[in-house]
């Protein structure tokens, strides 16, 4: 288990250390653990999170087709007539793109509403790389607002038996989407304090952009409503978010060839996806796979449970604020695997409605991917976006704005789900 952590450590320290290689590194040291036999070679296929790859690499080529349609600029321009400065336009891309991480996966969030904020940097002649950040950190926010938003939220409805509305209403209370609708609030007031000094008006424009193509569009959109769709499947293959933006991406590309006739223009939207992010994705679930595999995160859960026995204020405080910690470093997919049967067993033994418990966990693991430019997969796919427009995101870029705004979204919900669930 030692080495096991120690390769870990080193991992996660050189991608941030060496931020522009970070798909060589995750790939390299993902593959150390295979080769070393911490996850052995039977179990490196089922590691990968084959369903998140193939999201996004369709998800990439379609959204360039969205691009190339014209679509994202006609979009700025519409925000551009409706807010008046450059910080208001950076907190209202924020919340737009929470409002859809809600019900759509953030990663999807991200490659849908990055272009239309890259767009309106490009003609404000502004840095994209806060806005782009900021899209990222609002989508991860919202994720745990609705049974439909986020993995993890996924995991928690199936575990505990929970219905879409019981995130509104959960045994007559308010439930999560309350809590995490209080943290976006407060958040946004910390994404207007960070981008306080840009004043800059929007200068009014008497032309709109004319879209060149609506069917990208019109893909992209029935994409968001076959994933809302597809959630509520039972027993569907895991893999099927995956398949329904990948089909959504051969559709557009058969539609883009036919429109254009040569077919070298089918290059640049399959050149849209980045192996860059892809592979630092894949990277990661190795080395993720290796140190679940080593018992590592079950002994992270044995911890947590032996410091909070007995108090049940003590345990919610510990399970939330370490989630948050585990998280920023962690994918939080296997950690709440790990977790939800652990809280489960915590309340039968102390007789108490594992709510709070199960909330906290869920607030906290999918809010802590914020803290770190590697600790989520919308973070990750952000900043691949940005690299790919010419932009390197330096550490110290990402954590100025996600640490502030992870905090003030955490800290409210925090309270509110003690007072609501836990008093």
């Not at 782009?132 to 049974?147: D, H």
């Not at 993890?152 to 989407?177: E, H, Q, R, V, W």
């Not at 952000?382 to 010419?390: A, P």
Request: net charge negative; proline share 5%; aromatic share 10%.
């Amino acid at each position: 288990m030692l080495y096991a952590i120690v390769l870990f450590v080193a991992a996660y320290a050189m991608m941030l250390i060496f931020p522009k290689y970070r798909a060589q590194i995750a790939i390299g040291f993902g593959l150390l653990f295979v080769l070393t036999g911490m996850l052995p070679v039977s179990q490196a296929a089922g590691a990968i999170d084959w369903n998140v790859l193939f999201m996004i690499a369709g998800m990439m080529g379609l959204v360039q087709l969205f691009i190339d349609s014209r679509m994202p600029a006609l979009l700025a321009d519409l925000v551009m007539e409706h807010v008046h400065s450059i910080q208001m336009a950076a907190v209202a891309l924020a919340l737009f793109a929470g409002l859809i991480s809600a019900f759509v996966d953030n990663v999807a969030t991200v490659l849908m509403v990055a272009p239309v904020a890259m767009e309106i940097c490009r003609k404000l002649d502004t840095n994209p790389v806060p806005f782009i950040i900021s899209i990222a950190v609002s989508s991860n926010l919202q994720g745990a607002a609705t049974l439909v938003g986020d993995t993890t939220a996924i995991m928690l409805g199936s575990y505990a038996d929970m219905s879409f509305l019981d995130f509104f209403f959960y045994n007559g209370k308010p439930g999560m989407f309350f809590a995490v609708e209080l943290g976006a609030a407060f958040s946004a007031l910390i994404l207007a304090w960070i981008f306080r000094k840009e004043k800059t008006r929007i200068p009014e424009n008497g032309t709109r952009t004319e879209v060149t193509d609506c069917i990208p569009s019109l893909l992209l959109l029935s994409t968001v409503i076959f994933l809302i769709l597809a959630s509520f499947l039972p027993e569907k293959p895991v893999i099927t978010n995956g398949l329904i933006c990948m089909i959504m991406f051969v559709v557009g590309l058969i539609h883009h060839a036919a429109k254009h006739r040569p077919l070298d223009t089918m290059v640049e939207p399959i050149r849209a996806i980045d192996p860059e992010t892809l592979g630092v994705l894949f990277g990661l679930f190795l080395i993720i796979g290796g140190i679940t595999n080593m018992g590592i995160i079950d002994a992270l859960a044995d911890i947590l449970v032996r410091l909070g026995s007995g108090n049940v204020f003590l345990l919610y405080t510990i399970v939330v604020w370490s989630s948050v910690l585990i998280s920023a470093f962690v994918d939080n997919i296997p950690y709440v695997a790990t977790m939800l049967p652990v809280i489960s067993g915590i309340a039968v033994a102390m007789d108490i409605d594992p709510a709070v418990l199960y909330f906290g966990l869920l607030s906290g693991a999918t809010l802590g991917g914020n803290c770190t430019p590697i600790g989520a997969s919308a973070n990750i796919t952000g900043i691949g976006i940005l690299r790919r427009e010419g932009y390197e995101v330096r550490t110290t870029d990402f954590v100025r704005i996600s640490v502030p705004f992870t905090l003030a979204a955490v800290i409210p919900a925090y309270i509110y789900l003690w007072v609501i669930f836990g008093c």
